[in-house]
């Protein structure tokens, strides 16, 4: 909060800070009844720039019109005035103010270390909703030529790119209806589709749950595929990755197995906080289950066999396993 206060110490006014806390909704829609326009300027070190992409998600879905100043690296704003004084902090903003989109496009080249064919694509996607969702098609213009001119590529290569990603969402929201119209078994979804849908709809949740059990709870068919693709997509955009699975889902084979997860996701019957700690036990019970089937009928073959050093390894081997068992390391 210092470098709110050390701005309004020098006449910069209409200056908030958040206390030390991540940028919330609830803030963003109480900003909104203020203003209409934002003007974020964050630490310029990385956890400054993570929260800078993080606030623009956050503002974006609350209507508000943003644009963005990054500060030289490892500076804050009371250690730029400090050093610069107030007229060169406001001459530096007026000289390095980017909008939203464009200080996306070069966060997201930065994070890449060489131009090629699969960061290109990679940018598209990621600035494809918020380019699509610009009202006037001036701006739509403007910032498909910014965007050719970073990734060095002609205009008409990223427009086409943008319609085709249109078409290919259209195609999949028609196979969704299709499925409601012609499938009536896909009322019925079972607890691991549930739960991957979950999983899909929260990234964290995703994460947690395969750090956890894993994905072998899927065990083989169309949600192990999935979860699969899912999992080695990297797209820093929550909805950008699930488009990517949609297409990719589609090419490989499997996209109604997609379209089913994206009506799932829909639902609000989700599983909740208590009902997926509730599965991920039922799992780890069964995997200990089987880890101790496993070691009775070893001892049961080393029985059979006769052999004492055998025996004395498993005896010092059950130490090791009855530790993982005990903190729900066995997987």
Request: proline residues 1%; contains cysteine; aromatic residues 8%.
């Amino acid at each position: 909060y210092m470098d709110c206060i050390k701005l309004q110490q020098l006449g910069i006014n209409n200056v908030v800070a958040t206390m030390g806390t991540a940028l919330t909704s609830e803030q963003a829609r109480l900003l909104k009844r203020y203003c209409e326009k934002v003007l974020l300027l964050y630490d310029g070190d990385e956890a400054g720039q993570r929260e800078t992409i993080r606030a623009l998600e956050i503002m974006g879905n609350e209507g508000l019109k943003m644009s963005v100043v990054s500060l030289p690296m490892g500076e804050d704003p009371d250690d730029y005035i400090e050093k610069h004084g107030k007229e060169e902090l406001l001459r530096y903003i007026q000289n390095n103010k980017l909008s939203n989109i464009e200080f996306k496009i070069n966060r997201y080249l930065s994070q890449k270390k060489e131009l090629n064919l699969e960061s290109q694509i990679g940018a598209i996607n990621y600035l494809r909703e918020d380019i699509g969702q610009l009202n006037s098609e001036l701006e739509k213009d403007y910032y498909i030529k910014v965007l050719a001119r970073k990734l060095k590529i002609e205009e008409n290569i990223v427009y086409r790119e943008l319609k085709k990603r249109e078409r290919d969402i259209s195609g999949i929201k028609r196979n969704k209806s299709k499925i409601i119209r012609d499938n009536i078994k896909y009322v019925n979804y079972g607890i691991n589709e549930r739960i991957l849908a979950a999983m899909f709809k929260k990234p964290e949740l995703f994460e947690y749950i395969k750090s956890r059990i894993g994905l072998e709870f899927l065990e083989e068919g169309d949600l192990r595929v999935l979860a699969g693709i899912y999992e080695k997509l990297k797209d820093n955009n929550h909805d950008g990755r699930l488009e990517r699975l949609g297409l990719l889902a589609n090419q490989q084979g499997f996209g109604s197995a997609f379209a089913r997860m994206a009506l799932l996701m829909e639902e609000e019957s989700l599983p909740g906080d208590m009902e997926i700690k509730r599965f991920i036990r039922q799992v780890e019970r069964k995997e200990e289950e089987l880890a101790w089937k496993n070691q009775f009928y070893r001892l049961k073959d080393l029985d059979s066999e006769g052999n004492f050093y055998s025996f004395l390894r498993f005896i010092l081997n059950l130490n090791s396993f009855l530790n993982d068992i005990q903190e729900g390391g066995k997987r």
